[in-house]
């Protein structure tokens, strides 16, 4: 390890920055109408039991192959290996950390004008009766563009601070208020009048409502919420210091991960059912179907401006996550001074995001939106998180995998067989399910 090589600074440092980086809409946009269309309680089990056997193994893999080689992608690879045969993997994560800043980077904006609009609720300024035409009216407007590229600014100044200075600082800050927030929100819901049938739309289980599509977005949910197949956890770990329990961390970034979630849905569901309105509204429940929910409560502008800025928040430290993807490998493999990388990577995500936001208006027929998230969600993440199970579990050499699993904490010899057979034969069939299914 090279001594210039930046670390973090405490064990605070790692949960908050790596559990930041798979918080995000994943967990309070997608899981409550994922829940919400594949049948709520039945959705969950599912969707817990792939986090902890798809989930945690392949989280190890990652870590377990940066901190071997404190390198960033594609050098994680050829460092570990030997060769240059498998940068190709590293390569493919560094494009859909490009798309995924484009398009993510969009939706994140989308929170700052909501934030905007809570606090004119306040003072009696909004009153939207046709929520669904405001929102297309918004998406496609030059608004929408402007706000990307504030939430895109914002990002390149946490950037440009470092590890330390920078990620781990902010992180440090913003997940504990996250987390205030929706405990916070969990209580108000459970006060409302239809707390009752929210609680059991999530919790108690309908079998029946199970098929072959809902386990297979249960799957994908787990593989997409924890930040899978990006790199961003293999960028995080080179950062790790030697006594960073890989192991114990994973497990605790699934737990809190799927925490979010479930609190995400006990805030939203009781309050769907609260008003009337349906539980599987699709991706518009949380940007057409909660403000009017919002406006019809009691101090609803105050509980609307809450929700967006965790959503804002959310969307900050997921967009930080896969931002330090690009910036390790232009300082790693090009030598490039941190200020260079990130000046360079917010200038070109200003342009590609403006592109992705203009295609819900003027380019609407370009709609480089959608082709970004398919391609890199549908194909590239799939693709680069079977690479990582099937390198780590295949190629790395043994006695490298074992120290970096094992390092100076305790890990039982079952848990550690238990995750090494999952990462060898469970998350492979079980990535590669995902990714026939997307393209299907």
Known sequence: MSSKRAEFGSRLGVIAATVGSAVGLGNIWRFPYEAGTG????????????????????????????????????????????????????????????????????????????????????????????????????????????????FLIINGLVMLGG????????????????????????????????????????????FSALNAGVILSAMGQAFFSLSIGMGCM????????????????????????????VMAGVIIFPAVFSFGMSPAEGPTLVFEVLPAIFHQMTGGPFWSLLFFVLLALASLTSIISVSEIVVTFLCDTLGWRRVKATVVLTLFTLVAATLCSLSFGPLRDLDLFNAFDFISSNILMPLCGLGVCVFVGWRMKRPEYEAQMRGRSRVPAWLFDTITFCLRYIAPVGILSVFIAGLM
Request: some cysteine; charged content about 15%.
């Open 39 to 150: 049948g709520g309680a039945a959705f969950l089990l599912i969707y817990i039991v792939f986090v902890f056997v798809l989930g945690v193994p392949t989280i190890c893999a990652e870590f377990s192959l940066g901190r071997f080689s404190r390198q960033g992608m594609p050098g994680a690879y050829s460092k570990t290996s030997g060769s240059r045969r498998w940068d190709f993997l590293g390569y493919a994560s560094i494009l859909a950390a490009l798309m995924i800043l484009a398009f993510y980077s969009v939706v994140a904006g989308w929170t700052l004008e909501y934030i905007i609009e809570s606090v004119k609720s306040m003072f009696g300024d909004v009153d939207i009766a046709d929520r669904h035409g405001a929102f297309t009216a918004f998406t496609g407007s030059w608004t929408a563009v402007v706000w990307t590229i504030v």
């Open 234 to 261: 293999v960028t995080y770990a080179s950062y790790f210091k030697d006594d960073t329990p890989l192991v114990r961390t994973s497990i605790e970034i699934a737990a809190l991960d799927t925490l979010v979630a």
């Open 163 to 206: 590890v330390q200075k920078g990620i781990e600082r902010v992180c440090n800050v913003l997940m504990p208020i996250l987390f205030l927030i929706l405990l916070a929100f969990s209580v108000n819901s459970l006060l409302m009048p239809g707390a009752r049938q929210g609680l059991e739309f999530l919790f108690k289980p309908d």
